[in-house]
């Protein structure tokens, strides 16, 4: 059975420094990975989505890695900006059709 | 440019009443999903549809039921709501791969029972 685990719960950091959000899951046959963010009282929104051929995924100051092998996904925010804070969830495949969430980090960017 | 569409947004019922959510969505997506969305228990997979016709039971799905008639509709149906169902329920698609591919997300429908 896949669990997910995000550590830590929260964070706080200053305006443009880089920063690193991590996941962990239990079942290591997976297809791939998503990271998401959520602002408050809103939806979620897919930022990455990591193949489990791939090793990392880029997209403009986020850049996602995923390591099968040990169970461990990270979310990399580079000159971190106020406008990043948010809540940031990853998701792991369990079987075929579902995916299951991590709790989630609350990050806070502080100007 | 609507993606997944969530109505209502807000709903507050009373122990024992009834009530539908609707998702819709417009991308084609075959796979639909209800999730919860609870205080330090993440998200949690209520229920999920295949395609058309077709529904399956996720990890917390007692008290709930479900209805995909139409390719774009997904209905979550509370038969006799519990303050236990009080929480935040999320509609999600994704295309034709399931679990391969990225999930998209409705807005949210905050549901209070008293």
């Known amino acids: 059975k896949q669990e997910v685990t995000q550590i830590p719960a929260a964070l706080s950091v200053p305006e443009g420094e880089n920063l690193v959000l991590n996941c962990s899951f239990t079942?290591?046959?997976?297809?791939?990975l998503q990271w998401f963010r959520q602002d408050p009282g809103k939806g979620l929104t897919s930022l990455l989505l990591?193949?489990?051929?791939?090793r990392e995924q880029t997209s403009g100051r986020l850049n996602a890695s995923l390591d099968k092998s040990s169970g461990r996904s990270t979310l990399y925010i580079a000159a971190s900006q106020p406008g990043d804070s948010a809540t940031y969830l990853c998701?792991?495949?369990?079987?075929?059709?579902?995916?299951?969430f991590g709790t989630g980090t609350r990050l806070k960017v502080l100007a | 440019n609507a993606g997944v569409t969530q109505t209502p947004k807000f709903r507050v019922l009373k122990t024992g009443q009834s009530m539908t959510l609707l998702c819709a969505q417009d991308?084609?997506?075959?796979?639909m999903y209800w999730y919860r969305q609870d205080p330090g228990m993440g998200l949690r997979l209520i229920h999920y549809s295949v395609g058309e016709g077709t529904t399956a039971k996720g990890e917390v799905p007692d008290g709930y039921n479900v209805s995909r008639l139409k390719k774009q509709n997904f209905l979550l149906g509370l038969e006799s709501a519990a303050p236990s169902q009080t929480s935040v329920y999320f509609c999600a698609s994704s295309s034709t791969g399931g679990a391969r591919e990225k999930l998209f997300f409705g807005s949210g429908t905050q549901l209070s029972v008293l």
């Open positions: 998701a792991a495949p369990s079987g075929t059709y579902k995916y299951i």
């Open positions: 079942d290591s046959a997976i297809y791939n």
């Open positions: 990591i193949q489990s051929s791939q």
């Open positions: 991308m084609n997506h075959e796979y």
